[in-house]
């Protein structure tokens, strides 16, 4: 059996005092979802900390919290453990080390990137077209290539989707979650649980993602980022239809679907991810994993690029810069695939896990079957 993390250890001394204590069974679906165990293994604690929303409310509210000698401080425990749980069930396992060093890595692999589909895109293509203004119907393709364009985003959306899913697969068998995975009402709850982000709400009252005050902010913040980037993901998706189906290439006219999609998701993913790295710089330092700050700034730059790009390319798709400024884009768009399963974006599959766990428990599935 693999030797314990001094984070699992940790994680299971602190579990042990909530579970004499259980001041906070109100708070959030950790503390019911704790209550269900006498003991804790790894795949016990795992779960529990990818359930954790790292809303702050327990460190607030704890008598044994910093400076008190038993130093309860769940939401950084937990946020370790996740880390560790995001390196642990990595595809394939070598790309597990690449946490330690997320924000280098995100960082090099945006740059990387955008300069490889640069120089893709000035080898292949004629200067004069290049440079030169672009207008009608299938402007992006004389610039980069249509095969070129598919053939990359395929291969690297492919690629993340296929290492998220062997990391969801081996996630799941660790922690010895129940068997059935898709049970009808279960999964329903947990989609909606997903969805509305119910757990970012505090119960109703937001969240300590300052200080010992509520608010939403974080809340509003998450679905601001999550909606943009689906809408964006509409956008590709009409605009595939409008190519394959209708045979009608971009670039489209400004009020149609795939435009307004991705003009707004460009702008719903800006506000959330400025907004969520302002929170991040002006919170409360003590109850945040300051060694995990520099990967989540990283994936929260490279989103937020990602759609300042795209909206600068609808600013420029007629002019000169054209040419360049979907380069950039389409640089970081790639690069984000690559990264997404090495960075911070993995949460959401983890996250989404521990709530369909966790309502198959609420409904009496056997929370000690998991493995150690
Ligand atoms: S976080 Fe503190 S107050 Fe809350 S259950 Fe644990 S020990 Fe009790
Ligand atoms: S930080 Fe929030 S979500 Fe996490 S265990 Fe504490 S109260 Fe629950």
């Known amino acids: 059996m693999a030797t314990e993390s001094e984070t699992v250890a940790e994680a299971r001394r602190q579990m042990e005092i909530c579970n004499a204590c259980r001041y906070c069974e109100g708070y959030c679906a950790v503390f019911p979802a704790m209550t269900m165990r006498r003991a804790f293994t790894e795949g016990d604690l795992t779960h529990l900390a990818n359930l954790c929303h790292g809303c702050k409310g327990c460190y607030h509210a704890c008598q044994y919290a910093p400076p008190h000698p038993f130093g309860i401080n769940i939401p950084v425990t937990f946020a370790e453990l996740r880390n560790e749980t995001y390196a642990q069930h990595a595809w394939p396992a ?10 280098t890595v995100v960082s090099l ?15 292949l293509q004629d200067p004069a077209v290049l440079w030169s203004a672009q207008r009608g119907a ?7 290539p249509h095969w070129l364009m598919i053939s990359l985003g395929v291969l690297t959306f492919g690629y993340a989707l296929f290492a998220m899913a062997m990391g969801a697969r081996s996630y799941w068998r660790a922690t010895g979650s129940p068997a ?7 999964t329903a709850e947990a989609a909606v649980d997903i969805v509305t982000m119910r757990n970012l709400g505090g119960g109703g009252h937001g969240c300590n993602d300052l200080d010992e005050g509520f608010s939403m ?9 999550f909606g943009g980037f689906m809408l964006c993901f509409a956008a590709t998706c009409t605009g595939t239809i409008y190519h394959y189906v209708f045979g009608w290439k971009s670039p489209h006219a400004f009020f149609s679907l795939p435009v307004q999609f991705g003009t707004w998701g460009g702008v719903l993913m800006m506000i959330g991810a400025a907004g969520l790295a302002h929170v991040k710089i002006i919170t409360d330092p003590v109850p945040v994993a300051r060694k995990l700050a520099g ?7 490279l989103l937020f690029l990602i759609a300042a790009t795209g909206l600068l390319l609808l600013a420029v798709r007629h002019t000169g810069a054209m040419g360049v400024m979907l380069a950039i884009h389409l640089g970081l768009v790639f690069a984000f695939f690559v990264v997404m ?8 599959v983890y996250r989404g896990l521990a709530l ?15 493995a150690a």
């Open 94 to 103: 070598p790309m597990g080390a690449l946490f330690a060093r997320n924000g």
């Open 109 to 123: 692999l945006a740059a990387l990137g955008v300069a490889l589909v640069l120089v893709l895109t000035v080898a």
């Open 138 to 144: 299938g402007a992006f393709f004389r610039v980069i």
């Open 180 to 186: 059935g995975a898709f049970a009808p009402a279960p």
């Open 217 to 225: 902010r974080r809340r509003w913040l998450h679905q601001a980022l």
């Open 295 to 301: 990967g989540e700034f990283a994936m929260l730059a």
């Open 341 to 348: 399963p090495y960075s911070k974006m993995v949460h959401g």
């Open 356 to 370: 369909l766990r966790n309502a198959k428990e609420k409904r009496g599935a056997a929370p000690a079957a998991s």
